[in-house]
């Protein structure tokens, strides 16, 4: 399934709603009825190949990285798992919410203090508006 995955999706001249389509697939509908762990791990990366670098999957990507670093975080190796999520630059994402954006900038925060790399925290807190914070739904982030 997920060589069948990447073949599709590298595919050139592919249309990119079928693309999206099969992502969301992956991402909804099979990650849950894997059998094992394991499993699950290596979907995430083979969905997190696919998503690379394309644009209109920016979602997709994110999601997928955010749930590959909890899995990592949960085994205890915070310190990859801080390391993959520093490789995106979430604020320049045009897809995604305000409030995805936070979470995500909150997370990888909170990864960074694990790690007791408070400079790096003190940056990542930077790429929060003020104005973002006040907009409506996102109190519970502003504490």
């Known amino acids: 399934m997920r060589e069948f995955l990447l073949v599709l999706c590298k595919r050139r001249g592919q249309a990119k709603k079928p693309v999206v389509d099969m992502i969301e697939l992956c991402q909804k509908t099979i990650f849950d009825k894997l059998p094992s762990r ?19 999957l920016e ?33 320049t994402y045009g897809s995604l919410e305000v409030k995805e954006k936070v979470e995500f900038i909150l997370y990888q925060m909170k990864l960074v203090l694990i790690r007791k790399d408070f400079v790096r925290c003190q940056i990542l807190s930077r790429k929060i508006s003020k104005r973002h914070l006040a907009e409506k739904g996102l109190e519970a982030f502003k504490i």
């Open 38 to 56: 394991d499993e699950r791990y290596k979907m995430l990366t083979a969905i997190r190949e696919a998503c690379e670098g394309k644009m209109f």
């Open 59 to 91: 979602r997709e990507y994110s999601q997928a990285t955010m749930t590959l670093v909890k899995f990592m975080e949960e085994d205890g190796k915070t310190d990859e798992g801080t390391k993959i999520i520093q490789e995106i630059q979430i604020e």
